[in-house]
């Protein structure tokens, strides 16, 4: 009944395109129930294991959608608490989906979802469970989940790629004080599709006027 009641209320308050939303809920049933909508979908995992390269301003896209539901989460006094690419799933257009809010929790709150979390984009300080929910533990996740695509992506130059590791460094920090807001991960995120999206596409010579 908790995890039901949790999921409606962070569902209620944290909506956004790229959340997983809550079309019906009760927690007061005899038998609680959520009703989500059915995803024509696969996960973001399934994408990097086939081995199938992406542009790299894909990978930026499909990381910015999924900072932006953070950032809603976060509004909301939330945060996911389990963000991987088994939780992240990419439609055949390439919106992508935030799913899973099991592992949610309140912000300031004590984590108890330990043996519950994936170890291998779980932030050191959620692992250790010394501090309390802050966004920072889902900004170390999301940086995980880029450094993975990073891995995924067709050849770039030295110049976009070392931009982007920029950025992932400092989602990375060991601080968790140290790394950026969701807001500013999302102006970062915004600020590097466009760039190297406009090396991808920028004239290849100069125009011709007649």
């Given amino acids: 009944k908790r995890h039901v009641a949790q999921v409606a209320a962070i569902s209620e308050r944290g909506t956004h395109p790229n959340l997983i939303a809550t079309l019906d809920a009760s927690a007061t049933a005899a038998t609680p129930y959520l009703v989500m909508p059915r995803l024509h979908a696969t996960s973001m995992h399934q994408q990097l294991q086939s081995g199938e390269t992406k542009p ?3 990978a930026l896209w499909m990381t910015r959608q999924i900072a932006e539901a953070l950032e809603s989460v976060h509004q909301a006094g939330w945060i996911h608490g389990n963000v991987t690419p088994h939780h992240i799933m990419l439609g055949a257009n390439g919106h992508a989906m935030l799913i ?3 592992c949610a929790q309140k912000m300031h709150t004590v984590s108890s979802n330990l043996d519950t979390v994936d170890r291998l984009f779980a932030s050191p300080e959620s692992l250790a469970g010394d501090l309390a929910a802050m966004g920072a533990m889902d900004i170390y996740s999301l940086g ?7 891995t995924a992506t067709e050849p770039a ?4 790629l070392e931009s982007v590791a920029t950025l992932v460094e400092s989602m990375l920090a060991s601080d968790p004080h140290e790394r950026p807001s969701i807001s500013s991960v999302v102006m970062q995120l915004k600020q590097l599709e466009f ?6 596409i920028g004239p290849q010579g100069s125009l011709k006027v007649a």
């Fill in 195 to 200: 760039s190297v999206l406009g090396k991808h």
């Fill in 144 to 150: 995980k989940v880029l450094w993975k695509w990073l």
């Fill in 157 to 160: 130059s030295k110049t976009m």
């Fill in 56 to 58: 790299l301003p894909v």
């Fill in 100 to 102: 899973n809010l099991g």
